[in-house]
T-cell receptor
């Protein structure tokens, strides 16, 4: 069955540093992969989508990479701020609906 | 734009009671998804609809769960009878036809079954 691992349940970093979150998947060949942000008590919010033929995607301070050989996506937040503190979920997708990872809880410390 | 609307936001009920969760998707979106989120299992897809038709309900845990979408602007998720292990946050999400997998989530319903 499809398996998605976000291999850090929690990540603490200092303000201004780059946060790097990892998403690995197995038994799956997604056509694209999405990242969502979830704040406590709220639903997930879509951030970025990257397709299998794209190596890298950027949006403001966010950067996502997608390596279909390693079956891995990396999510970077540069110049991190306390407001970036949240849980980040990865979701590979293809012809079937999204399957979400359990998420990584990021805390940016001032 | 009002976003996805869910009601109630919180529900506390006793084991054995019927629970109905409601969702109004974003106007113009043609896909609707019901998810359940717990600490142990994360965010799980229960069922999704396309143009009001149920497409995949393989995530519905058991026959106690049922979902309907009588029209494009309303969906319900019913649990009957409810059990304590059903306690979770239930999310509804919708997506537009041109960006099927870019989902817009509602605020969720926190269900507690005593």
């Amino acid at each position: 069955s499809q398996k998605i691992e976000q291999n850090s349940e929690a990540l603490n970093i200092q303000e201004g540093k780059t946060a790097t979150l990892t998403c690995n998947y197995t038994n799956y060949s997604p056509a694209y992969l999405q990242w969502y942000r979830q704040d406590p008590g709220r639903g997930p919010v879509f951030l970025l989508l990257i397709r299998e033929n794209e190596k890298e995607k950027r949006k403001e301070r966010l950067k996502v990479t997608f390596d279909t050989t390693l079956k891995q996506s990396l999510f970077h937040i540069t110049a991190s701020q306390p407001a970036d503190s949240a849980t980040y979920l990865c979701a590979p997708a293809g012809n079937t609906p999204l399957v979400f990872g359990k998420g990584t809880r990021l805390s940016v410390i001032a | 734009d009002a976003g996805v609307i869910q009601s109630p936001r919180h529900e506390v009920t006793e084991m054995g009671q019927e629970v109905t969760l409601r969702c109004k998707p974003i106007s113009g979106h043609n896909s609707l998804f019901w998810y359940r989120q717990t600490m142990m299992r994360g965010l799980e897809l229960l069922i999704y609809f396309n143009n009001n038709v149920p497409i995949d309900d393989s995530g519905m845990p058991e026959d106690r769960f049922s979902a309907k979408m009588p029209n494009a602007s309303f969906s319900t998720l019913k649990i009957q009878p409810s059990e304590p292990r059903d306690s979770a946050v239930y999310f509804c999400a919708s997506s537009p036809k041109e960006r099927y997998n870019e989902q817009f989530f509602g605020p969720g319903t926190r269900l507690t079954v005593l």
